[in-house]
């Protein structure tokens, strides 16, 4: 009568009493008769990931030249807790955003992506990594999304890739790591691969590497050369050289997402803009391009910005008043930053529940084409 006859039934009947109990307790306390509901979806929308090719390639890689400091952050990495193992065990992945509640990550080949490569290894690699991406979102679309990588230094190969991405794989965007050996995308030899992006609808994430070969001498003492600081300003200056280029003006449609809050650019927005206008303006003849609208303006019209590594409830309320919650999103940057932050960040912000709900999810619906939650 012991072993048996303890069985599964007779527990869970003693369970089930206890629970209604509890509930009957419980809502009596709280004065309701329903349960909570359930946590507001979460899409986080710069989630890092890799796969064993990607970082056989990149230990291949030589450390002198180009990319000589993207391969000394790679091999730092290695050596930092359990980054590289997070980047490509799913099961990690999937337990961390269960704990967390995370509904979906939208997943990305880490950075530097396929750009620290030759032109026809990049290719390849990008048409590799896209692939495996597409299989990932197949088997599990309800938890992730993914972005397509590319590689600027083969452009018609990268454009032939954002159309089989978008049309053949179905992915949400593509993403592309900064500069590509030192060149920036406001280069009209690179507009191309704009216009591939708009005509697919494709967003396209412009995501921080190590600084530009030209500068990066400066960032190397004082270990400034990543999340610290190097690579908002590395992505910083990538991104306005892109809206002054008029890269925006000749593609109205073209739709740019950068992450950590903007890359700093919002806290200048008064300056850039103040001094656009003087430069156009009072001089003769203007010393910058003359474009269709303010600096600033594109951050409404062509550019979302993200919350990746920058869990600060300030910067957040003052995004929201000069960026506006339309053209923010969540994210978590993992596995480079801790998603029981972020969360917590996001789940706590001191915003009005409809502009939360836009920032932690409704946007990247629209932005990324993912489907809402039924
Ligand atoms: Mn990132």
């Not at 690579?231 to 950068?258: C, M, N, Q």
């Not at 001094?275 to 062509?302: C, E, G, I, Q």
């Amino acid at each position: 009568m012991n072993g048996p006859e303890t069985s599964e039934s007779s527990f869970n009947r003693r369970a089930i009493l206890k629970a209604g109990s509890a509930t009957l307790t419980g809502m009596a306390a709280a004065g309701v008769a329903k349960a909570a509901p359930p946590p507001m979806r979460l899409i986080a929308v710069e989630e890092a990931w890799a796969c064993p090719e990607w970082m056989d390639a990149m230990a291949s890689v030589p450390a002198q030249g180009l990319e000589e400091d993207e391969v000394r952050a790679f091999r730092m990495l290695a050596h930092i807790g359990d980054i590289h193992a997070r980047l490509l065990d799913m099961q990690l992945r999937q337990s961390t955003m269960d704990q967390n509640a995370v509904d979906m990550h939208v997943l990305s080949l880490t950075a530097p992506g396929v750009q620290s490569f030759d032109g026809a290894t990049a290719l390849r690699l990008a048409r590799l990594t896209n692939d495996r991406l597409a299989r990932i979102v197949a088997d599990q679309p309800r938890r992730y999304a993914a972005l397509a990588s590319v590689p600027p230094q083969d452009v018609p190969g990268a454009i032939a890739e954002i159309r089989r991405a978008r049309r053949e794989l179905g992915l949400n965007g593509i993403i592309i790591n900064s500069h590509t050996r030192g060149e920036y995308l406001d280069d009209r030899k690179y507009w191309p691969l704009f216009e591939a992006a708009a005509e697919t609808g494709a967003p396209v994430y412009i995501h921080p590497r190590t600084p530009n070969p030209a500068m990066a001498p400066l960032f190397r003492d004082y270990n400034l050369w990543g999340a610290i600081y190097g690579y908002g300003a590395e992505t910083g200056l990538h991104l306005i050289r892109l809206i002054s280029s008029g890269l925006f003006d000749a593609l109205p449609d073209l739709k740019v997402v950068v992450g950590h809050m903007g890359e700093g650019l919002p806290y200048w927005f008064y300056r850039i803009d103040h001094m656009h206008r003087n430069m156009v303006t009072l001089a003769k003849p203007p010393l910058r391009p003359v474009l269709k609208k303010m600096p600033s303006d594109y951050f409404r019209s062509n550019i979302s910005i993200t919350t990746s590594g920058v869990n600060w409830h300030q910067a957040l309320q003052f995004a929201d008043q000069v960026v506006g919650a339309d053209n923010i999103m969540f994210a978590i940057d993992y596995p480079y930053e801790r998603t029981e932050e972020a969360v917590s960040f996001i789940r706590s912000a001191p915003l009005p529940a409809d502009k939360l709900e836009r920032i932690a999810f409704r946007n990247a619906e629209r932005v990324f084409g993912i489907k809402p939650a039924a």
